[in-house]
């Protein structure tokens, strides 16, 4: 078992900075590929961005390349999204999730735990 909890969300201004933390507890965080994702009410939970178990690689969603560094620190199981230059559109919930295995993915369903979320609201 993995156990993810999120920080870091909050009320910013349009063009303004947060950075989520997702800290885990539980079995060895580094065989862990991370993702994080968004949801709006109504809506379907969305990719966001993802890292790989060492960090060697990422992938982000075209609506927030350029904007969102997602980052971990493995020695304090911790994985980070640094989000710049936020938009009124950024506004949801966002999740982490991992997954057992060294790459990302794309999807919910290929993740195997979730953390409880964490509101990020811009105001325009």
């Known amino acids: 078992q993995v156990q993810l909890v999120e920080s870091g969300g909050g009320l910013v201004q349009a063009g303004g900075s947060l950075r989520l933390s997702c800290a885990a507890s539980?079995?060895?965080?580094?065989?862990?590929?991370v993702g994080w994702f968004r949801q709006v009410p109504g809506k379907e939970r969305m990719f966001v961005a993802a890292?790989?178990?060492?960090?060697?690689?990422?992938y982000y969603a075209d609506s927030v390349k350029g904007r969102f560094t997602v980052s971990r620190d493995n020695g304090k199981n911790t994985v980070y999204l640094q989000m710049n230059s936020l938009k009124a559109e950024d506004t949801a919930e966002y999740y982490c999730?991992?997954?057992?295995?060294?790459?990302?993915?794309?999807?919910?369903?290929?993740?195997?735990?979730w953390g409880q979320g964490t509101q990020v609201t811009v105001s325009p």
């Open positions: 999730a991992a997954r057992y295995g060294t790459g990302w993915a794309l999807r919910a369903y290929e993740y195997d735990y």
């Open positions: 539980g079995r060895t965080f580094s065989s862990y590929a």
């Open positions: 890292i790989a178990w060492n960090g060697a690689s990422s």
